[in-house]
C-alpha cells in the first residue's frame, strides 16, 4: 500500500464516522496505515487501535471517538472531509448520486453553506426513489421499471451533481 496523505486519512476517518465505511473495513484500515499515528496523535491513535470493533453499538462509540478526535485535532473540519470523500467517491464510480445528494444535503441542513443547492434540489426530486442500498429489499421487476421510469432524469441529475461535485471538491481542497 502507498502512503497516504493526511488529507486522505482524515478523509477516511470522516467517512467511517458517517457510516459511509463499513466497522470491519476501518478496523482492518487502522490496523495497516503506518501514517496514521502521525496525523492524528499517539494519544488517538492509541484509542482507535484499542477500540473494541465488537462491542454493542460500535458504531455510535466509535462516532464519540471520531467526534473527540476532530474536536481535539481538526475542529470544524469533519463534515469538509467527510463531504471531500464523498465527492470523490461520487466522481469516480463509488459513490452513487442519491446517497451523496442526501448527505451532503444533511450538511446543508445542518448550516453548511459550502454545499451547492444542486444537490438539495436533487435529494428533494430523488424522494420517491431508493437509494442503491435500498434496492434489495424491493421487488426487481418494480425496481427495474421504476428506474427506467427515472432513467431521462437521473441522467440529467448525474451531469449537473457532476459538474458541481468537481467545482465544490476544487473549493475544499483549496481551502483546507
Same mark, same amino acid.
Do not use: C
Given at each position: 500500500?502507498?502512503p ?17 465505511v &463499513? ?13 496514521? &499515528?502521525?496525523?492524528v ?10 477500540? *473494541?470493533?465488537?462491542?454493542?453499538h460500535?458504531?455510535?462509540?466509535l $462516532?464519540?471517538?471520531i /467526534?473527540?478526535?476532530?474536536? /481535539?485535532?481538526r ?5 469538509? /472531509?467527510?463531504? $471531500?470523500?464523498? *465527492? ?6 463509488r459513490g #452513487?448520486?442519491? $446517497?451523496t445528494?442526501?448527505?451532503? $444535503? ?8 459550502? *454545499?451547492?443547492?444542486?444537490?438539495v434540489y436533487? /435529494?428533494?426530486?430523488? #424522494? #420517491? ?5 435500498e434496492?434489495?429489499?424491493w421487488d ?5 421499471a421504476?428506474?427506467?421510469e ?7 441529475? &448525474? ?7 468537481? &467545482?465544490m471538491?476544487?473549493k ?5
Amino acid at each position: 500500500m502507498s502512503p497516504l496523505s493526511k488529507q486522505e486519512i482524515w478523509e477516511q476517518l470522516a467517512s467511517v464516522r458517517y457510516g459511509l465505511v &463499513e466497522l470491519r473495513t476501518f478496523e482492518q484500515w487502522i490496523y495497516t496505515v503506518q501514517e496514521l &499515528e502521525a496525523a492524528v496523535g499517539q494519544d488517538h491513535y492509541l484509542a482507535l487501535v484499542s477500540f *473494541v470493533f465488537n462491542q454493542p453499538h460500535a458504531q455510535h462509540e466509535l $462516532t464519540r471517538v471520531i /467526534d473527540r478526535l476532530y474536536q /481535539d485535532v481538526r475542529p470544524s473540519r469533519l463534515r469538509r /472531509d467527510a463531504a $471531500t470523500a464523498m *465527492v470523490r467517491a461520487f466522481l469516480d464510480g463509488r459513490g #452513487d448520486l442519491a $446517497t451523496t445528494a442526501r448527505m451532503l $444535503t444533511r450538511f446543508r441542513n445542518d448550516g453548511e453553506v459550502w *454545499v451547492p443547492d444542486e444537490f438539495v434540489y436533487i /435529494d428533494s426530486e430523488l #424522494d #420517491d426513489l431508493p437509494v442503491p442500498a435500498e434496492y434489495p429489499n424491493w421487488d426487481q421487476q418494480a425496481l427495474a421499471a421504476r428506474l427506467a421510469e427515472w432513467q431521462p432524469r437521473l441522467a440529467e441529475f &448525474e451531469r449537473a451533481a457532476r459538474e458541481v461535485s468537481r &467545482e465544490m471538491l476544487l473549493k475544499l481542497e483549496r481551502d483546507s
